[in-house]
């Protein structure tokens, strides 16, 4: 998929037409007071999520230029240390325990990626890789709130864009 079309298809995610598994109207009410960290599964979910995520970037060549901005291993692997910090924000980010916050400080995104040129290439290689892993992982999302977390997604990616 080439990113012309996966921005399309955030587009129609957003616009709720989508190819994602979609729950009937009794889903919809089942969970409206749980967080997206307990619906993605709590720590193992999340966990999982991220694992999904960044075994897409390692293996992609889609992927290429965004895994070469996280300084990989000699074996073109993400080292533990970033992942840990993905989950460690992802946590709080979405609902659970805050422990960006609490090991590493306010996480000030922007400033964080300040020191890697981050282009338009990056973002979007960078939101392929996640769809895949929402894709892979399925959560249990009704329409409104899947679309809630792509957008999220990408307002998140677009503020760590530093350069064209």
Same mark, same amino acid.
């Given at each position: 998929m080439n990113y012309t079309n996966l921005l399309n298809k955030f587009k129609q995610i957003l616009n709720g037409s989508? $190819?994602?598994k979609k729950e009937g109207a009794a889903a919809k009410k089942s969970h409206p007071e749980r967080t997206f960290y307990e619906i993605f599964g709590k720590e193992a979910g999340l966990r999982l999520l991220i694992s999904n995520f960044y075994q897409k970037m390692e293996d992609d060549p889609l992927a290429k230029d965004c895994l070469m901005t996280h300084e990989p291993t000699e074996e073109n692997k993400i080292p533990e240390s970033v992942r840990e910090k993905l989950f460690m924000f $992802? !946590? *709080?980010? $979405? +609902? *659970?325990? @805050?422990l960006f916050v609490?090991?590493?400080g306010a996480p000030k995104m922007m400033a964080r #990626? !300040? #020191?890697?040129?981050? +282009? !338009?290439? #990056?973002? @979007?290689?960078w939101l392929y890789c996640m769809e895949h892993a929402l894709n892979k992982h399925q959560p249990p999302l009704n329409d409104q709130d899947f679309g809630r977390i792509i957008n999220s997604f990408m307002a998140l990616a677009e503020r760590i864009q530093n350069s064209e």
């Open positions: 989508f $190819l994602y $992802l !946590s *709080g980010w $979405l +609902g *659970g325990p @805050n609490e090991k590493l #990626h !300040s #020191h890697i040129k981050i +282009g !338009s290439i #990056h973002k @979007n290689q």
